[in-house]
């Protein structure tokens, strides 16, 4: 039975459809409520942004006009048992809401710790379109979920889950998973700022701080980190190999170098740029006669290794789907199981004693992916921990920031919630 017709009989049986509190209402918040009007059985009923206006704006892109705004609980969560569609500012007041599923679109670590932590201790589901919170804190988060009868989950429509889904399929039919990976669109520059991509966002709709956090790279980082963490894969070197690849090459470049290919060892997340984007990937091998016999029959490839490819991945308007698993499954879409990946902050230019580090997509710093073990090693800042740090000493660019270099807010959400995952995973 389709996602659909399960969330119309939960409708039927509970007089009410999944009732969906959403944090953001940007390009992503935006996509994600629109698609969510359309599916039976699911509803956004609550909207949280900085600009509430968003929120309206958003509802009404979804054909709804029965919006109630204000700050009183009672008077809120009144609405929202009516059916009538509901608008705050703080996202934290969605807590006290009667949702079942919270989902994060801010795509700020701070926020999606935030929402995530208090909503999982008011008994709601957690769906992250902030893999930036993930690849901070998920750990904790999903083990906090665990313990207490709740599912967190990255969403569907992201490339980690979209590619953490090939992964388990290949696993699934008895294959070695090689590499798994996504494609990059635009070329590597880690200087990129807002300004300097200003134009190219102009012509795009895009917010400028989103754009250049896909152009200097660290989105894909962060993409990469989730995926290595969810699917218990290693990280190869650090920010990986990324070469220019095509989909017919995939299998020939992200094999062992033993073997011709550019990769340490098997076992790893990777990326590339070119044609591949905007799918995802994974690198299977198989040595066996009878499945080297049948895969060139079914014109998979000469083998051992082989290339198992998915041309997209949906963003917003895939991301309902993980709402469904969360509600109906009760497992998530992808959630980390081990912390094999961080994303290290990078001066992206010469720092000055006494400035603020400004975050992703911004002007000061971006994200590389290395392994864990390394980051402990040398001490490194996770990105997600990064804005709003105070610069305590000269930093010349290209720099990997360490606690010698910047001073972070301690007293932030993500800040605490990062020494409790330290402490789980005994760092």
Same mark, same amino acid.
């Given at each position: 039975?389709?996602?659909?017709?399960?969330?119309?009989t939960?409708?039927?049986e509970?007089?009410?459809?999944?009732?969906?509190?959403?944090? @953001?209402?940007?390009?992503m918040?935006?996509?994600?409520?629109?698609?969510?009007?359309?599916? @039976?059985?699911?509803?956004?009923?609550?909207?949280?942004?900085i600009?509430?206006?968003?929120?309206?704006?958003?509802?009404?892109?979804?054909?709804?006009?029965? %919006?109630?705004?204000?700050? #009183?609980?009672?008077?809120?969560?009144?609405? %929202?048992?009516a @059916?009538?569609?509901?608008?705050?500012?703080?996202a934290?007041?969605?807590?006290?809401?009667?949702?079942?599923?919270?989902?994060?679109?801010?795509?700020?670590?701070?926020?999606?710790?935030?929402?995530?932590?208090?909503?999982? $201790?008011?008994?709601k589901?957690?769906?992250?379109?902030?893999?930036?919170?993930?690849?901070?804190?998920g750990?904790?988060?999903?083990? $906090?979920?665990?313990?207490?009868?709740r599912?967190?989950? &990255?969403?569907?429509?992201?490339?980690?889950?979209?590619?953490?889904?090939?992964?388990?399929?290949?696993?699934?039919?008895g294959?070695?998973?090689?590499c798994?990976?996504?494609?990059?669109?635009?070329?590597?520059?880690p200087?990129?700022?807002p300004?300097?991509?200003?134009e190219?966002?102009?012509?795009? @709709?895009?917010?400028?701080? +989103?754009l250049?956090?896909?152009?200097?790279?660290?989105?894909?980082?962060?993409?990469?980190?989730?995926?290595?963490?969810?699917?218990?894969?290693?990280?190869?070197?650090?920010? +990986?190999?990324?070469?220019?690849?095509?989909?017919?090459?995939?299998?020939?470049?992200?094999?062992?170098?033993?073997d011709?290919? &550019?990769?340490?060892?098997?076992?790893v997340?990777d990326?590339c740029?070119?044609p591949?984007a905007?799918?995802?990937?994974v690198?299977?091998?198989?040595?066996?006669?009878?499945?080297? !016999?049948? +895969?060139?029959?079914?014109?998979a490839g000469?083998?051992?290794?082989?290339?198992?490819?998915?041309?997209?991945?949906?963003?917003?308007?895939?991301?309902?789907?993980?709402?469904?698993e969360?509600?109906?499954?009760?497992?998530p879409?992808?959630a980390?199981?081990a912390?094999?990946?961080?994303?290290?902050?990078?001066?992206?230019?010469?720092?000055? !004693?006494?400035?603020?580090?400004?975050?992703?997509?911004?002007?000061?710093?971006?994200?590389?992916?290395?392994?864990?073990?390394?980051?402990?090693?040398?001490g490194?800042?996770?990105?997600?921990?990064?804005?709003?740090?105070?610069?305590?000493r000269?930093?010349?660019?290209?720099?990997?920031? !360490?606690?010698? #270099?910047?001073?972070?807010?301690?007293?932030?959400?993500?800040? !605490?919630l990062?020494r409790?995952?330290d402490?789980?995973v005994?760092?």
């Amino acid at each position: 039975m389709s996602y659909v017709d399960r969330l119309l009989t939960r409708e039927r049986e509970l007089g009410r459809p999944v009732r969906v509190g959403l944090v @953001g209402a940007g390009q992503m918040g935006l996509g994600f409520v629109v698609q969510a009007s359309r599916i @039976g059985g699911m509803e956004v009923a609550a909207i949280a942004d900085i600009a509430p206006e968003r929120g309206v704006r958003a509802f009404a892109q979804a054909g709804r006009d029965d %919006v109630v705004t204000g700050a #009183d609980p009672a008077a809120l969560s009144a609405a %929202v048992d009516a @059916g009538r569609a509901v608008v705050v500012e703080d996202a934290t007041a969605l807590t006290r809401l009667p949702l079942d599923v919270l989902v994060d679109a801010s795509g700020v670590p701070e926020v999606g710790a935030r929402v995530a932590f208090h909503g999982l $201790l008011a008994g709601k589901d957690i769906a992250m379109l902030n893999v930036e919170c993930d690849v901070t804190v998920g750990l904790l988060l999903a083990t $906090l979920a665990t313990r207490l009868g709740r599912v967190y989950t &990255v969403c569907r429509g992201d490339e980690p889950v979209e590619c953490k889904a090939l992964v388990d399929y290949v696993r699934d039919i008895g294959f070695e998973v090689v590499c798994a990976g996504k494609g990059k669109n635009n070329p590597l520059d880690p200087a990129a700022t807002p300004a300097s991509v200003a134009e190219a966002a102009e012509a795009k @709709g895009m917010n400028p701080h +989103m754009l250049a956090s896909f152009v200097d790279g660290s989105k894909t980082m962060i993409e990469m980190a989730a995926l290595a963490n969810g699917a218990n894969l290693k990280v190869p070197s650090r920010g +990986m190999s990324g070469p220019h690849c095509t989909v017919e090459a995939l299998a020939e470049t992200f094999r062992p170098a033993a073997d011709g290919g &550019v990769l340490p060892e098997a076992g790893v997340v990777d990326y590339c740029t070119g044609p591949v984007a905007p799918g995802v990937f994974v690198i299977g091998r198989s040595d066996h006669p009878v499945v080297v !016999t049948e +895969m060139a029959y079914l014109s998979a490839g000469k083998g051992p290794y082989y290339a198992f490819y998915r041309p997209y991945h949906l963003a917003s308007i895939e991301a309902p789907l993980s709402v469904a698993e969360a509600v109906l499954d009760r497992t998530p879409s992808l959630a980390p199981t081990a912390w094999n990946a961080e994303v290290i902050s990078v001066a992206k230019r010469d720092l000055v !004693t006494g400035e603020l580090v400004d975050g992703i997509g911004g002007d000061t710093v971006y994200g590389v992916t290395d392994s864990a073990e390394n980051a402990k090693a040398g001490g490194h800042i996770p990105l997600g921990l990064v804005s709003g740090a105070r610069v305590v000493r000269d930093v010349p660019a290209g720099t990997a920031l !360490t606690a010698s #270099d910047v001073a972070i807010d301690e007293t932030t959400t993500i800040a !605490t919630l990062r020494r409790l995952q330290d402490s789980l995973v005994g760092v």
